[in-house]
């Protein structure tokens, strides 16, 4: 049976006169002759009865040749010695507003149906970055349109998928996001440039927490590659920062995290003492009782419960942070977790009991309590600079260098601090030469500070020292 046939079939239960009416509105359209669907619409007016003279006055006269005087205007452009490249780029901008102003994802998604196959010019448009552009755009416009989302995974499937920045667009479909996760993992794996890594870093927990769902998948991910012995590390902290991400976002992926944790199940008070504390982000005494007294027992759970950042940064600003106040009582117990996760060494094979090497516990704790007791009773640059020796001390250790620095940066961020300063060179400043030189990880959060304090504004200070100040 032939197409023709089957049209025939097809009609017998429809009203011929209403299909030659559907037909000759379409073919009153202005470049109707233009549409590709234009053969199958002439098949049905025919078969239904039409007047082949009526339908070539029709599309003769309603014939405007838009695009073809778009192609003779681009020509004369040409020949009026504009650049063909200019010429093609003002033509596709041109055509890139009108579709976007006139767009209807309806219409779009019914020639898609019609058609029960990829049409042709879809395959062809993907290959070019100007109309990939527009589908993108169009895509995070209409993200339930079927032929966008159709074609950006066409555009995936033909190796496009660093282009696609449209996360909700990519969210939509698992094997789209899955390429676009992969490449940004791989290119944050593949640099060794500082600066790079950290852009790479914010677009791919851009990509993670878009949702929950993509950020449950690209957890899970990152979380069994870095089981991986090479590598695993950068992994571990890539999955981090994605994670700081999320919580900057206001989510709360505490559960997410604690289930991705394989210690959980044997460890359900460690477990459930750290959620609560994630959850609400704020430490509670009776849960770092539970905790300290975990720690301190002779079988204790494993160290990565306590290293967990969000975890350590609660501990640091507890001990550290000026204005916070601490229950006297339950200090030690503070001072004891921090010193017990930056310090403590597990040694063993995976799936069996790790021996525990507490050697340097003692002796960081000391250097948290002195530099707490500093940091927390110092007044005076006086008082300060009597026990800055004490502090180049602690310094070397790493922890003690963190918890100083956030000491520092509260407190030379305050507006009066500098007002109340006389010293040439305030003592905190100079404290930060030292951190830098014991901690290269600090490096980049400490050039940080001190470009937000060059570019601040000094209103508390004198007039004339404001003015004196270079610009």
């Given amino acids: 049976m032939n197409e023709d046939t089957e049209m025939e079939d097809g009609l017998s239960s429809e009203n011929s006169e209403e299909v030659r009416e559907e037909c000759l509105k379409s073919f009153r359209s202005p470049d109707y002759i233009m549409e590709p669907g234009i053969f199958n619409e002439l098949k049905r007016y025919f078969i239904a009865g039409g007047d082949p003279e009526q339908v070539i006055d029709l599309l003769s ?9 778009a192609n003779l205007m681009a020509e004369w452009l040409i020949l009026a010695g504009t650049n063909i490249a200019d010429v093609q780029s003002m033509v596709e901008n041109h055509m890139k507003e009108l579709v976007l102003k006139s767009f209807d994802p309806k219409k779009a998604d019914k020639i898609f149906s019609e058609d029960g196959e990829t049409p042709s010019w879809l395959t062809e448009i993907i290959g070019h970055p100007t109309w990939r ?5 169009l895509a995070e416009e209409y993200p339930d349109c079927l032929i966008l989302n159709f074609t950006i995974k066409l555009i995936s499937d033909a190796g496009f998928q660093s282009e696609i920045t449209s996360i909700s667009t990519a969210a939509q479909q698992i094997e789209v996001f899955s390429r676009i996760l992969k490449t940004s993992i791989s290119s944050y794996l ?5 600066d790079e890594k950290s852009k790479l870093i914010e677009d791919c927990a851009k990509i993670a927490c878009h949702g929950k769902h993509t950020f449950i998948f690209s957890q899970l991910l990152l979380h069994v590659l870095s089981q991986e012995p090479k590598g695993g590390s950068t992994i571990c902290r890539l999955s981090e920062e994605i994670t700081r991400a999320a919580l900057k976002e206001s989510y709360d992926v505490t559960e997410i995290l604690m289930a991705l944790n394989e210690s959980v199940s044997s460890h359900p008070k460690a477990a459930h003492s750290l959620s609560a504390m994630l959850s609400r982000r704020s430490l509670n005494p009776a849960d770092i009782t539970i905790l300290w007294k975990l720690y301190s027992s002779s079988d ?3 160290v ?5 950042p969000q975890f350590l940064e609660l501990l640091n600003d507890v001990l550290f942070k000026p204005g916070v106040k601490i229950n006297v009582e ?3 117990k503070y001072i004891y977790l921090l010193a017990y996760a930056s310090s403590v060494v597990e040694t063993g094979i995976k799936g069996q009991k790790k021996s525990v090497n507490r050697d340097e516990v003692k002796s960081t704790l000391m250097a948290i309590e002195k530099a707490h007791e500093i940091c927390s009773t110092t007044r005076s640059s006086a008082e300060l600079l009597a026990e800055l020796s004490s502090l180049y001390q602690c310094l070397k250790y790493p922890v003690v260098s963190v918890g100083i620095f956030r000491w520092i940066e509260v407190t030379v961020t305050e507006p009066s601090y500098f007002k109340l300063s006389t010293d040439h060179t305030p003592l905190h400043l100079a404290l930060l030469d030292e951190i830098v030189a014991v901690n290269h990880l600090l490096h980049p959060q400490v050039f940080k500070l001190l470009v937000n304090l060059f570019e601040s504004r000094q209103d508390e200070l004198d007039v004339l020292v404001q003015v004196s100040i270079p610009n």
């Fill in 300 to 302: 204790p759970p494993p």
């Fill in 330 to 332: 339950h200090k030690p």
């Fill in 304 to 308: 990565d419960f306590l290293r967990i």
């Fill in 133 to 137: 552009s527009l589908i993108y755009r």
């Fill in 190 to 194: 593949e640099s060794s440039d500082d």
């Fill in 61 to 69: 006269k309603n014939y405007m040749a838009t695009a073809q005087m």
